[in-house]
């Protein structure tokens, strides 16, 4: 009913604008200012991590999604922090093809099992399978407190997000990604720290839309959520830690490497394929994320989305005027160190899913044959 779908928008809008404080519980007793940060909670973790010669990550949905996250920065951040002869792989697995597979593992290999309700059953499955009687090391980053899966495990780490109600994960997706920044800083330098310890402010700011530094103030937002709710399809670009980042709501929405779409998604993109491109200025790949943008290409044709008609949306940092011209909108986020950028960029993406859902009057807090927790295979 009407009223059901009102309240439903209301707590999703909420659980959006909660992430600030659910990053700081992510963080709390684990960074506590710029030259400290601990593992409490995670003693084995600490212990045999050095030891890994791998780290897989095992999840489903957008628990999927912030894995991929967690893997640019295992690799980014741990495997630097190692000698050069113990780097430290991360593969990200769909717990429902790992179980079924049969992966090489070797002994000394950790598992993190990721899942917000920790009763999923696909994800708890492969840590049965392949932990448990090998006695592979097994942990879990887990929401709920006591689930299966915080169980199961030999050890691991509470979100502390608190209860999600929205079957499509919002605050769930940024507490992994926060705590497993906190997790690596354990080495971390002064200045990833005090990044860290801003980042909720930061985003604050961002869900406030206040102010100068994030111009797209909530009439923006929603402005651009009328333009575009009627699409049918929108495609989310980005590189490194930006790629995994996508949001959907009844529109088919597909996350792709930027520097993938001239082998494939551009053959795609017309004037009814909104392309919705993040590019941080502090983004090392930054200069090519603009020509994926603008220019067409020297080599036959990759990457120039407006070229080919495409309506851009852009996610950038304050104070880059740059990609004005170029985008129909461009939405901008504080800077902070690169591998924070994606709570920062998400953010808006959300709020955009969210008043798009809400003014195709989907409930967006159940969307249809979806469950919050899916327990059986
Ligand atoms: C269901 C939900 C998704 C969720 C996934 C994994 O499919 O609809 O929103 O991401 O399960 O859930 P988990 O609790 O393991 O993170």
Redesign the pocket.
């Known amino acids: 009913s009407a009223i059901s779908r009102l309240i439903s928008a209301a707590s999703r809008l909420q659980e959006i604008c909660e992430q600030p404080e659910v990053l700081e519980n992510a963080m709390r007793g684990r960074v506590t200012n710029r030259h400290s940060a601990g593992s409490r909670g995670c003693r084995e973790m600490a212990e045999r991590w050095p030891r890994a010669p791998r780290i897989i990550v095992v999840?489903?949905?957008?628990?999927h999604h912030a894995g991929l996250i967690g893997e640019y920065l295992l690799e980014n951040l741990a495997g630097c922090s190692r000698d050069a002869a113990e780097m430290m792989p991360c593969e990200v697995e769909y717990a429902s093809e790992f179980r079924y597979r049969n992966p090489i593992l070797c002994r000394e290999d950790v598992l993190i099992a990721?899942?917000?309700?920790?009763?999923?059953a696909d994800?708890r499955s492969r840590r049965r399978r392949s932990g448990k009687s090998a006695r592979r090391l097994c942990l879990g980053i887990c929401n709920t407190v006591g689930s299966s899966i915080a169980r199961e495990t030999d050890g691991g780490v509470y979100l502390h997000a608190g209860p999600e109600i929205g079957?499509?994960?919002t605050k769930?997706f940024s507490a992994p990604a926060g705590r497993a920044d906190t997790d690596l800083r354990r080495r971390g330098n002064p200045c990833e720290l005090g990044a860290m310890l801003a980042l909720p402010d930061q985003l604050r700011f961002v869900l406030e839309q206040k102010g100068t530094v994030y111009e797209m103030a909530k009439g923006t937002v929603y402005e651009m959520a009328k333009v575009f709710k009627y699409a049918s399809n929108f495609l989310f670009l980005g590189r490194g830690y930006h790629y995994p980042l996508k949001e959907i709501s009844y529109i088919h929405a597909e996350g792709y490497p930027a520097a993938e779409m001239k082998h494939g998604p551009i053959a795609l993109i017309d004037q009814f394929m909104p392309v919705v491109i993040i590019a941080p200025t502090s983004d090392p790949n930054y200069r090519k994320l603009v020509s994926n943008i603008e220019e067409a290409s020297a080599h036959g044709g990759g990457g120039a989305v407006r070229a080919r008609g495409g309506s851009v949306i852009a996610i950038t940092e304050e104070d880059n005027h740059e990609l004005d011209e170029q985008c129909e909108y461009v939405m901008r986020v504080p800077s902070t160190a690169d591998f924070l950028m994606p709570l920062l960029c998400v953010a808006p993406l959300q709020l955009m899913a969210y008043y798009i859902a809400d003014m195709r009057q989907c409930n967006v807090d159940q969307p249809r044959n979806?469950?919050?927790?899916?327990t059986v295979e």
């Open positions: 999840a489903c949905g957008t628990s990721i899942s917000q309700s920790g009763e999923t994800t079957v499509a994960s769930a979806l469950a919050k927790s899916v």
